[in-house]
């Protein structure tokens, strides 16, 4: 599987790949939510957002989307740090290590920019991404969490996780 920042071509398939994957879990999506999901042409003209593709057929299996150096995406990060967003994997390829290889690739993004920690957002619903999380070594932070305002008068609580970035640390190959 070969990760890198996605292409202009692409951005409308990335879009509906990550809308694919977010509304297979989870049907309800309000629509204002949806859009965002499908604006990955904003993602990239302000931040970085990273594809999977498969090597085999060139496939695009998954997408995360990360801040620029030096900059933040969420309301969890802290100077530092780097976040990350919108972790997706194609519903057909579920199961075959996408989201941890996106994952470990933010991961190895962060030792190279030289952060602390590597922190993220999930909500309380996003079992099987909270599973992936505790799986490659990250911990709840738990004094990050609560509710948040994602439109005026809208609010959602969030998880928050966070993988230390310390010498001593290592990238679980889990």
Do not use: C
């Not at 470990?104 to 920019?113: N, P, S």
């Amino acid at each position: 599987m070969l990760i890198r920042l996605v292409h202009h071509d692409e951005l409308e398939a990335v879009g509906r790949l990550t809308a694919a994957a977010y509304t297979s879990d989870y049907p309800d999506l309000p629509a204002d939510y949806l859009a965002s999901l499908i604006d990955v042409a904003g993602r990239a003209a302000r931040d970085e957002v990273w594809v999977a593709e498969r090597r085999s057929d060139r496939a695009l299996v998954g997408t995360v989307w990360t801040p620029r150096e030096g900059q933040t995406i969420s309301a969890v990060a802290r100077p530092g740090e780097l976040d990350f967003r919108l972790l997706a994997t194609a519903p057909d390829a579920r199961g075959l290590g996408v989201g941890a290889a996106l994952t470990r690739h933010v991961l190895q993004l962060g030792r190279e920019r030289g952060v602390s920690q590597v922190v993220m957002n999930s909500g309380p619903e996003m079992l099987g991404a909270h599973a992936l999380y505790a799986k490659l070594g990250f911990a709840r932070l738990s004094e990050r969490e609560g509710p948040i305002e994602v439109a005026p008068g809208r609010f959602i609580e969030i998880y928050a996780f966070g993988y230390p970035l310390g010498a001593a640390s290592s990238i679980s190959a889990a």
